[in-house]
């Protein structure tokens, strides 16, 4: 009697088959569930980064023209970006020297004169194109302060946030540009192939610009 008692104490200590699926699959389910959180804890700040990183290059402000003439067009957008005292300028071209390849591009922005640039991004229709933006965007999805990987067309300028005024009080944004490829220069057919000349004011209430700060 006192063996039996003995080997069914010893036999306590030993779960049942069952019940150690049942403990292990409890600490399977546990380990879900703590990995879970993790990720979803970490998407969140990767996706306030990226969040972030959108936001400050969404337009408050936009103001655009489109110059034709006999040659062809070019059309210009200029962008008053979220971050105060930053900008997006988009050039889009459509002339005879597209059939030369990449176009160049000659730029004043309030008399500051670019280094050689060059269009960027061909669309399907034969434009091309090129976007400015005077601040190159971070993230931390791939690190600390990581930049953002800019699309096809678009490049850094950071003499827009120096020498363009953001707001109206400053004046207006004067842009001049002219085209060239291989030695042949394509200009405002109107004005004589001189430059094209664009002028913007900023589109936005003096109120709603200085709330951005």
């Not at 459509?94 to 500051?112: K, R, S």
């Not at 600390?144 to 953001?166: G, I, M, Q, R, T």
């Not at 001049?176 to 589109?203: I, L, Q, T, V």
Request: net charge neutral.
């Amino acid at each position: 009697m006192h063996a039996r008692h003995t080997l069914a104490q010893v036999l306590l200590l030993f779960p049942s088959r069952k019940g150690l699926h049942l403990e292990m699959m409890e600490d399977y389910m546990k380990s879900l569930e703590t990995h879970a959180m993790i990720y979803i804890i970490m998407l969140f700040f990767v996706s306030s980064a990226c969040y972030a990183a959108s936001q400050d290059l969404v337009a408050v402000g936009k103001a655009g023209k489109t110059i034709e003439d006999t040659d062809g067009k070019v059309s210009v957008t200029l962008e008053w970006l979220t971050r105060p005292g930053e900008f997006a300028l988009n050039i889009e071209y459509f002339g005879y020297l597209t059939q030369e390849g990449p176009v160049n591009l000659f730029l004043l922005v309030n008399g500051v004169k670019r280094e050689f640039l060059t269009l960027k991004e061909e669309m399907p229709n034969r434009h091309q194109r090129i976007r400015l933006i005077s601040f190159h965007p971070t993230t931390s999805k791939a690190g600390p302060n990581a930049l953002v990987k800019l699309a096809k067309h678009e490049v850094v300028d950071y003499l827009l946030f120096k020498n363009a005024p953001y707001y109206s009080q400053f004046g207006e944004v004067k842009i001049e540009m002219k085209f060239f490829a291989h030695g042949r220069w394509d200009g405002d057919g109107n004005r004589g192939n001189e430059n094209y000349r664009f002028s913007f004011k900023n589109p936005m209430q003096d109120s709603n610009a200085i709330s951005h700060f």
